[in-house]
Antibody, heavy 118, light 108 residues
Framework: QVQLVQSGGGVVQPGGSLRLSCAAS????????IHWVRQAPGKGLEWVAV????????SYTDSVKGRFTVSRDHAKNTVSLQMNSLRAEDTAVYYC???????????WGQGTLVTVSS | SYVLTQPPSVSVAPGKTARITCGEN??????VHWYQQKSGRAPVLFIY???DRLAGIPERFSGSISGNTATLTITRVEAGDEADYYC???????????FGGGTKLTVL
């Protein structure tokens, strides 16, 4: 079964760090771009970051540049999002998603809640 | 930055047709994708490349583009269609992915 299974998340204080993981099953993630999309409580979807299929090219939305880093572990078929210097406005459910020809998001993880609060 | 404009809410009676719009200048030059998100669940891709339905999506759901507006049309609306719907494009100018603000579909 093709799916993405997420882990990580939780409550962290402002300025703290957290690491989210997204494990692919049923397909080889090296062949796909894997994105991170977040949704603040009661708000809409916001694209956050992408690791292109080759793992070398990455892009980020402006608000997380320099704080978030996306990486891949090909052996574990996993993509991770390292989040540093977290702010209250980073509080959201974070989803990983597999792209469709680089333009849309075809397969989604179940989502994981990140709460930044003192 | 590229902004996609959706109406916050659309209401429709069961069995009727719902139309959810997504507008922006030059949207016709981009591929528009549509997602359904039910409460507490991850989004699901329904329509991609403006008009293509993902496998398993009912034919009642269709996408179209005219001028500066993309439209998701749902015919013979059912109670189970009640959800938030988002349009999305890839902005080639910035190299970033952009979502509309989302539209809450209420089935009366």
């Amino acid at each position: 079964q093709v799916q993405l299974v997420q882990s990580g998340g939780g409550v962290v204080q402002p300025g703290g760090s957290l690491r989210l993981s997204c494990a692919a099953s049923g397909f080889d993630s090296i062949n796909y771009g894997i994105h991170w999309v977040r949704q603040a409580p009661g708000k809409g979807l916001e694209w956050v970051a992408v690791s292109w299929y080759d793992g070398t090219n990455k892009s980020y939305t402006d608000s997380v540049k320099g704080r978030f880093t996306v990486s891949r572990d090909h052996a574990k078929n996993t993509v991770s999002l390292q989040m540093n210097s977290l702010r209250a406005e980073d509080t959201a459910v974070y989803y990983c998603a597999r792209d469709l020809s680089s333009y849309a998001f075809e397969i989604w993880g179940q989502g994981t809640l990140v709460t930044v609060s003192s | 930055s590229y902004v996609l404009t959706q109406p916050p809410s659309v209401s429709v009676a069961p069995g009727k047709t719902a139309r959810i719009t997504c507008g922006e200048n030059n949207i016709g030059t981009r591929s528009v994708h549509w997602y359904q998100q039910k409460s507490g669940r991850a989004p699901v891709l329904f329509i991609y490349y403006d008009t293509d339905r993902l496998a398993g999506i009912p034919e009642r759901f269709s996408g179209s583009i005219s001028g500066n507006t993309a439209t998701l049309t749902i015919t013979r609306v059912e109670a189970g269609d009640e959800a938030d719907y988002y349009c999305q494009v890839w902005d080639s100018n910035s190299g970033l992915w952009v979502f509309g603000g989302g539209t809450k579909l209420t089935v009366l």
